[in-house]
């Protein structure tokens, strides 16, 4: 069946299986690879992504459901070669090792800090319950999102 | 130039870029024209013979390209057993690419199916009939060795693989009984599956003009694969094959070995002329993807009053799974029974291991690989000599320590040659009993007692041993390894400057590309900027063993420090002719190669790499260019050490630990990049901390996995862990230049027993000693429940 999905900004339309997972929609079908898959469960969040700016779990998706919507996935993430505040404090705050779940985490970061613009610890373990780590031990992770969060503030601040 | 000391630097990690931006290539990331994909069906009976596989239906579902059974690969060898238990017959059973006429667990490969995408292949593993005989089985290792139990293999009687041991049985006997005190406890320690978030997976391609092989795969160790593959598996020469390891999203131990569907991949992709790929998913990796640890322990500890301890005897049951998978043998013999003097002076020791067959998945190497079980074992039987004597915990251990002046230490022989390099164990200790300020906590506990509160403190005062290994040591006539255990590196420096590290060790998420540049642009004196470093692609780089062991630093990186000082040395020379000073006035510094006392009279490295490179102006004698190959073996182990302490609240109602404050102290001796270390620190805690509270592989009676899925196998999560308070000291091995020791496993290591203690501190006033892992608040609640006589 058809389906009209807007992709980090680009609109295209494709002729897709019923069946086929939203997350083999964006790897297969568009060959953005970013985003990973780690489960078949539901359970490590590896394959998180932006669905109409809310973080869902693309493996959990048949690409119908997305039909009309607007995904962001990690190569979005980026401006222009510039870095997003969440991808620059991942990476000052050694938040990833293998990098395999940090995609995910990204995203799901990102949503923690639009619902809590200056996150507690607490909020950000909780807000990442949804998202296995087995690399980190989870403390640099969490320190990233507060290095975002400052970053982010910084920024909205600076642009009034 | 400016110089700064990159040695010791936090500097931000040089792959970072592509993995946050999803630039990063994993194995299932590998797009190639006409790629075909497999897909594996799976024994679902633990034990059965396989009397008939009818793939006709399969074979006609939409898009498969074909389905193929064990006989179709029968002439492929089944994979090599590497590691066998040292000095003792191993009765060895490996698998083979599919399973021919039985399997012995559940997961083991029977068929595959070839398909135009992975719906399709899916879609026709339902279409292949499989008549199975169904046979008994065991699952627990205890059982399998009674008689009577159902045999898994013709050649290990009582499903007994080994039957190793070392030590001094009669004098350890003998201290036994002329102890004060003798503690008996039976321990387990329960089977993990690891969990890395990137799953296994393989793709090969197959030219037949050449008849030549490339295999990307998840594999630590690309070069071994290569060997083993060709040389043991296929019969065709090594040349013909070549792995390259893509970026891999951790592994933990499970991706050092060769697996049945690499082999599987590379014979279809010869067989059919076309691409293919197999990607693992989760509930493949649950029961086909080796797990760990899974020993069952009888020990007893001997001690006088005042704490001495005297002897330690120790049984273990190591359960091996089914079939073996490429070491393990080798995890629960050499790396466990070897370590388990700990970090004491303990006069008597005794283990014997019986590697036990059940009708279980794969058991290997799980970070820290044996180190593990023994630092359990060890530190549980310090706590229950101290509960024993009404002693503090923190005395016993002190009393026997290893005192710094004994270094090398050799734990009475048990090492089996080797000695602990150096160490300072009090020091570790004061400082985590300092940061944790133990005594005001003991004050504060018994407040809380008398509260109705449960606090309790855990410690685990831990040596390990990293950078395996000397040859000589390891290798098959010593400890039963089927090869070498140096390690590679290449360094050039091209006509421009930059320079190109590669190396035998293989990384998947330690950061090498990061300190190996550090090391390479700190010596030579360059920008770290000017340097790179390959890995992972049997083309291209020198042969090496691999990362596991926590090998890379303390052997790895030691290879690419001898190669920068060759490459030193011959700049040195070159500078010395093109300069007109003697040689042994070139002093070599900060990058500049430069006379005596007159620090103008100098070359640059990269001046000196020009000239290399044309080669218009050497000394007579002299070949172009500076490249130096470096294979560093190491004349020891390294000895990392250091003290966590772990403090927890039970509640008694819910049987629920909380953990309040974790604190570790490593010392895992020079630190190359300590964000790194930090990181390594952290994840280690966080799976050691998982296995003493969450974790656990549970196998029902006819051997199906209960725990396959992430859905019902605790993978810890964010919000289980406290922010750990991680602190060292630096105690230098002398082992090697570098000073460094290791820092890939201390975490996982040391955390399982100083957990477990401090709930079983935390449980003293119920007069609970002893509760086997994974305290889960259902054991935990039953536990008290018990003791204060309520129904349950």
Redesign the interface.
């Known amino acids: 069946m058809k389906v009209t999905i807007t992709t980090n900004g680009v609109r295209a339309t494709h002729d897709v ?1 019923p ?2 997972l939203l997350v083999h929609y964006l ?1 297969d079908v568009l ?11 539901t ?2 969040g ?1 394959c998180t992504v932006h669905l109409n700016g809310l973080a869902v779990k693309s493996c959990t998706l048949l690409t119908p459901q997305a039909d009309g919507s607007e995904i962001l ?3 979005g ?2 401006k222009n070669g510039a ?1 997003h505040p969440i ?1 620059e404090a ?3 705050e ?1 938040g ?8 995910g985490m ?1 995203m799901t970061a990102l949503q923690i800090i639009a619902q809590h613009p200056r996150p507690t ?2 909020q ?3 807000g ?2 949804g ?12 320190n990233a999102v507060q290095a975002a969060a400052r970053k982010m503030a910084g920024q909205a601040s600076g642009g009034r | 130039m400016a110089v700064t000391r990159l040695f010791g630097s ?1 500097i ?2 040089r ?3 592509r ?8 194995l ?2 590998i ?1 190639l024209p006409g790629l075909l994909h497999a897909a594996v069906l799976r024994s679902p009976h633990a034990h059965a013979r396989i009397r008939n596989v009818d793939t006709r239906k399969a074979a006609k579902a939409p898009g498969v390209v074909g389905v193929f059974t064990g006989q179709d690969f029968a002439d492929l060898n089944p994979l090599p057993c590497a590691w066998q238990a040292g000095g003792v017959q191993n009765n060895l059973n490996t698998p083979r690419a599919l399973e021919i006429d039985r399997v012995t667990f559940t997961g083991a490969g029977v068929a595959v199916v070839v398909a135009e995408s992975r ?1 399709a292949a899916e879609d026709a593993l339902g279409l292949i009939q499989v008549d199975y005989e169904v046979l008994p089985t065991v699952v627990d290792a205890e059982a399998a060795v009674r008689p009577g139990a159902p045999q898994l293999h013709p050649n290990a009687p009582n499903n007994i693989c080994m039957d190793w041991s070392c030590g001094d049985r009669d004098g350890t006997e003998a201290a036994l009984r002329g102890a004060d005190v003798v503690i008996r406890q039976r321990l387990v320690n329960q089977r993990l599956i ?6 296994r997976g393989a793709v090969a391609t197959y030219n037949p003009a050449s008849q030549e092989f490339t295999v990307w795969m998840t594999s630590q160790a690309p070069h071994v694969m290569r060997l083993l593959m060709t040389a043991f598996v296929f019969g065709i020469p090594e040349t013909k094959l070549r792995v390259i390891s893509p ?6 131990g499970t991706k050092i070995y060769l697996y049945p569907e690499y082999c599987l991949v590379a014979a279809l992709a010869r067989k059919l002329g076309r691409p293919v790929k197999w990607m693992e ?3 493949e990796n649950y029961v086909a993807t080796t797990h760990g640890r899974d020993h069952v322990t009888d020990l007893e500890v001997g001690a006088t009053r005042d704490g001495t301890i005297t002897a330690l005897k120790v049984k273990t049951y190591a359960n091996l799974g089914g079939i073996l998978s490429t070491i393990a043998p080798g995890i629960p013999t050499t790396l466990y029974g070897r370590m388990l003097s700990g970090c004491y002076r303990i006069p008597h020791i005794h283990c014997q291991v019986l590697g036990v067959y059940t009708n279980t998945g794969m058991v290997d190497a799980y970070r820290g690989a044996g180190r593990p079980e023994a630092t359990y074992v060890v530190e549980r039987a310090v706590d229950l000599v101290a509960r024993q004597l009404k002693m503090d915990p923190v005395d016993v251990r002190r009393k026997n320590f290893i005192p710094p002046e004994a270094f090398p230490y050799d734990p009475v022989g048990i090492l089996a040659g080797l000695t602990y390099d150096s160490g300072d164990y009090d020091k570790a200790l004061n400082r985590a009993l300092e940061i944790v300020d133990y005594r005001e906590f003991r004050r504060q506990q018994q407040e809380a007692r008398a509260q109705g509160r449960y606090l309790g403190i855990g410690l685990s005062t831990y040596v390990e041993l990293c950078g395996a290994a000397p040859s000589a040591w390891i290798g098959l006539p010593g400890q039963g390894w089927g090869a070498g255990l140096w390690e590679s590196a290449n360094v050039r420096v091209h006509l421009t400057g930059k320079v190109v590290v590669t190396s035998g060790s293989q990384s ?4 090498h590309e990061t300190t190996l540049a550090q090391l390479v642009a700190d010596e030579l004196g360059v920008p770290i900027d000017d340097v790179i470093v390959q890995h992972s692609d049997t083309l291209g780089t020198p042969f090496g063993y691999g990362s596991y062991a926590s090998r890379s630093a303390a052997v790895g990186a030691v290879a690419v420090h001898m190669s920068v000082q060759k490459i030193k040395e011959k700049a040195r020379r070159l500078a010395a002719h093109l300069l007109e000073a003697s040689e042994a006035d070139i002093v070599y510094e900060d990058g500049r190669a430069h006379v005596k006392g007159t620090p103008d009279r100098a070359k640059t490295i990269q001046e000196l790499a020009l000239a290399a490179s044309v080669g218009y102006t050497l000394p007579k004698g002299m070949e172009p260019f500076f490249d130096e190959t470096s294979y560093y073996d190491p004349p020891n182990c390294t000895f990392p050490f250091g003290t966590h302490v772990c403090v927890v609240e039970v509640a008694p109602d819910t049987g629920q630990v909380r953990i309040l404050r974790y604190v570790a102290v490593d010392d895992v001796g020079r630190v190359i990049n300590p ?2 270390v ?3 620190v ?6 050691g901390v998982a296995q003493a509270l969450w974790e656990g592989a549970v196998y029902d009676g006819n051997g199906q996995l209960l725990t396959g ?3 019902e196998y605790t ?1 810890p ?3 289980f ?1 406290p ?2 308070e991680v602190d060292r000291t630096i105690t230098p091995s002398p082992v090697n230049p570098l000073g460094v020791k290791g820092a890939g496993e201390t ?1 996982t290591i040391a955390s399982t027993p100083a957990v477990v203690s401090a709930v079983m501190d935390a449980l003293a006033p119920f007069g609970i000693r002893h509760l086997d892992m994974p305290l889960t608040p259902r054991r935990v609640w039953h536990a008290i429940a018990e003791q204060r006589g309520e129904p349950r």
Not at chain 1, 96 to 103: A, D, K, M, S, Y
């Open positions: 299986e069946r086929l790897r060959g953005l690879t970013g985003t990973h898959i780690g489960c078949d469960t359970s490590c590896a996935t990690v190569e993430l980026a870095l991808q991942f990476w000052e050694h990833l090792q293998c990098g395999f779940c940090t995609p990204m610890d607490d950000i373990r909780h990442l319950e998202n296995l780590c087995r690399c980190t031990g989870y403390q640099h992770i969490v | 936090s931000k990690r792959e970072d870029p993995l946050i931006t999803g630039e990063a290539r994993f299932d990331d797009r719906y690891p969990n890395p978030i990137d799953m970026e891999i999203g951790g592994a933990f998913d989760r509930k998947h998420g330690q950061g964000l790194i930090d990181g390594q952290h994840g280690g805690i966080a799976q899925t992430m859905s993978v999560k964010a919000e862990f922010r750990f975490g």
